[in-house]
Each structure stands twice: as structure tokens, then as C-alpha cells.
């Protein structure tokens, strides 16, 4: 019985040192980007359809701040109205009677695939746009480094490195056939902590 005891016990000591390790990495790298959220205001179609042309527009803003600019966070927190009143101007052009809500926060994401890389779940800072009261399927991408967009290999590897992402951390998130178990590792960590809180 001792026996089965201090092996479970060393399992989960090298789960725990294991876990550790990915959490560290993710949240090395969630420090590098800013990821997109918007929100539909319900799952009928009109709404789904709305949420991808403010999603338009709200890209099309954020492009503009993030310009030349250092600190991509300061420069979305700075320009959070200007990013609502575009939501809000698509929106009214639209003849909708709901308004976006436009926050920068820090938000838990599950692991999401792209065309070129998947992201780890984890805790990221979100640029998070809500339509009316949010009670629709959402749209998830990441705005800084700018990867909203199908991009190549190429492509997304010069974005990457252009917002400080290391060549082991572009390779963590394009290599998800030898990624997938550190991926499935932190999804079930977050999900352990939901349930926990």
C-alpha cells in the first residue's frame, strides 16, 4: 500500500513540475500579444452577420493605432473610445439598435486553432467588444501581434517576431503535432481551476 501511495504521489509531483512549466511558457507569451473578442448579440443569423462586419471595423481601427506604436496595450487602452464609436457608427449604419461595448481585460481563452498556429488556453490580455447584451456565438483572433487574417507560414512568422515572440515560441505554437500535449495539459489545468472557484 505504501508503495501504490508514494507512486501516485510522485505522478502527481511531476504533473504538478510539468504543468508549471507550460503555465510559465503560456504566460511568457500571452505577455507578447493582444488577442481579439467580439461578441455577437445572439446566435440568429442577422446577429452572427453583424458581429463579423464590427469585427471589420474594429480591426480596421485597431490597425490604425497600433501603428508604429511601442506599447500595443497603452495604445488600445488610449484608444478604446475611438474603437467603440467605430463599433457603434457600424452598428447604427447597419440600422441596429444595439451598441458595443469596448473593454481591454484580461480573460481565460481554451486552446484555438488558426490556419497557421493554435494558441495554448491561458489567461490573455483581450480587446473584448460585446454587441447589445452578448448573448451570441463570438469570434476569436488575435490583434497584436496582427493575425486575424489568414496568413502564410512567412507571414505569420515576421508578425510574430515583430512582436518579440522568441523561434522556440513561434515553434511551440505552429509545431501543434508536438505541442498538443502541452496543450491539453493547460486546458485541463484551467478547467480544473474553474471548477475549483
Same mark, same amino acid.
Given at each position: 500500500?505504501?508503495?501504490?501511495?508514494?507512486?501516485?504521489?510522485?505522478?502527481?509531483? $511531476?504533473?504538478?513540475?510539468?504543468?508549471?512549466?507550460?503555465?510559465?511558457?503560456?504566460?511568457?507569451?500571452?505577455?507578447?500579444?493582444?488577442?481579439?473578442? $467580439?461578441?455577437?448579440?445572439?446566435?440568429?443569423?442577422?446577429?452572427?452577420?453583424?458581429? +463579423?462586419?464590427?469585427?471589420? $471595423?474594429?480591426?480596421?481601427?485597431?490597425?490604425?493605432?497600433?501603428?508604429?506604436?511601442?506599447?500595443?496595450? #497603452?495604445?488600445?487602452?488610449?484608444?478604446?473610445?475611438?474603437?467603440?464609436?467605430?463599433?457603434?457608427?457600424?452598428?447604427?449604419?447597419?440600422?441596429?439598435?444595439?451598441? #458595443?461595448? @469596448?473593454?481591454?481585460?484580461?480573460?481565460?481563452?481554451?486552446?484555438?486553432?488558426?490556419?497557421?498556429?493554435?494558441?495554448?488556453?491561458?489567461?490573455?490580455? #483581450?480587446?473584448?467588444?460585446?454587441?447589445?447584451?452578448?448573448?451570441?456565438?463570438? *469570434? *476569436?483572433?488575435?490583434?497584436?501581434?496582427?493575425?486575424? +487574417?489568414?496568413?502564410?507560414?512567412?507571414?505569420?512568422?515576421?508578425?510574430?517576431?515583430?512582436?518579440?515572440?522568441?523561434?522556440?515560441? @513561434?515553434?511551440?505554437?505552429?509545431?501543434?503535432?508536438?505541442?498538443?500535449?502541452?496543450?491539453?495539459?493547460?486546458?485541463?489545468?484551467?478547467?480544473?481551476?474553474?471548477?475549483?472557484?
Amino acid at each position: 500500500m505504501k508503495k501504490w501511495i508514494h507512486r501516485v504521489l510522485m505522478a502527481l509531483s $511531476v504533473l504538478v513540475l510539468v504543468n508549471g512549466f507550460f503555465v510559465a511558457r503560456q504566460q511568457k507569451l500571452a505577455e507578447k500579444m493582444v488577442r481579439l473578442h $467580439v461578441v455577437a448579440a445572439s446566435d440568429q443569423e442577422i446577429d452572427q452577420e453583424i458581429k +463579423l462586419l464590427v469585427r471589420d $471595423v474594429v480591426l480596421q481601427e485597431t490597425g490604425n493605432l497600433l501603428e508604429g506604436e511601442g506599447d500595443p496595450r #497603452a495604445a488600445l487602452a488610449q484608444g478604446l473610445s475611438s474603437i467603440e464609436t467605430a463599433a457603434n457608427q457600424c452598428l447604427q449604419s447597419l440600422g441596429c439598435r444595439e451598441t #458595443a461595448k @469596448v473593454t481591454l481585460q484580461k480573460e481565460l481563452f481554451p486552446t484555438r486553432e488558426y490556419d497557421s498556429f493554435t494558441l495554448p488556453a491561458g489567461t490573455y490580455t #483581450a480587446l473584448r467588444v460585446t454587441i447589445g447584451t452578448g448573448q451570441g456565438h463570438n *469570434w *476569436w483572433c488575435v490583434v497584436f501581434p496582427s493575425l486575424c +487574417l489568414s496568413a502564410t507560414s512567412a507571414e505569420f512568422e515576421a508578425a510574430a517576431q515583430c512582436a518579440g515572440m522568441t523561434e522556440q515560441e @513561434v515553434a511551440w505554437i505552429t509545431d501543434t503535432e508536438n505541442s498538443r500535449l502541452s496543450f491539453k495539459s493547460l486546458e485541463l489545468l484551467y478547467d480544473l481551476r474553474q471548477l475549483f472557484s
